[in-house]
Nanobody
Framework: QVQLVESGGGLVQAGASLRLSCAAS????????MGWFRQAPGKEREFVAS????????YYADSVKGRFTISRDNAKKTVYLQMNSLKPEDTAAYYC??????????????????WGQGTQVTVSS
C-alpha cells in the first residue's frame, strides 16, 4: 500500500516562497515518476509539475514555469515543490501523486494512481 503525505502549505503574501514536501511510504518510491497538482475552489484539478524516477526529467505547467521547481530525494522517499514569487492565483489545495510508470508525464492526471490528501496554499495580495 502506498501512502503520500503532503506538508508545507500555509498562508503567505504575494511574492513570498514556500516549499511543499510529499513523503511516501512503500519500498518502490524510486521506480515511479511523481507529480504535483492543485485545485482551487470551484475549479478542476490541474497539473503543476512532474518529475521522472531519477529526477533527470521535469515538466511544468506554463503558469508556474520559472517560479516553481520540482525535485526528489529517493533516499528519503520525498518529492518537493519549491514555489517562489507566489501569486494570489496560486491559491489552491496542492496534491502530490505517484505516476503509473517511471517516466514523467506532462499534464494528464490519469497517469497517476496514488494521491495524497493535499495541503492548502493561500497567497494574499
Amino acid at each position: 500500500q502506498v501512502q503520500l503525505v503532503e506538508s508545507g502549505g500555509g498562508l503567505v503574501q504575494a511574492g513570498a516562497s514556500l516549499r511543499l514536501s510529499c513523503a511516501a511510504s512503500g519500498r518502490t518510491f524510486s521506480n515511479y515518476a511523481m507529480g504535483w497538482f492543485r485545485q482551487a475552489p470551484g475549479k478542476e484539478r490541474e497539473f503543476v509539475a512532474s518529475i521522472n524516477w531519477s529526477g533527470g526529467t521535469t515538466y511544468y505547467a506554463d503558469s508556474v514555469k520559472g517560479r516553481f521547481t520540482i525535485s526528489r530525494d529517493n533516499a528519503k522517499k520525498t518529492v518537493y515543490l519549491q514555489m517562489n514569487s507566489l501569486k494570489p492565483e496560486d491559491t489552491a489545495a496542492y496534491y502530490c501523486a505517484r505516476g503509473t510508470s517511471a517516466a514523467a508525464v506532462l499534464g494528464s492526471r490519469y497517469a497517476y494512481d496514488y494521491w495524497g490528501q493535499g495541503t492548502q496554499v493561500t497567497v494574499s495580495s
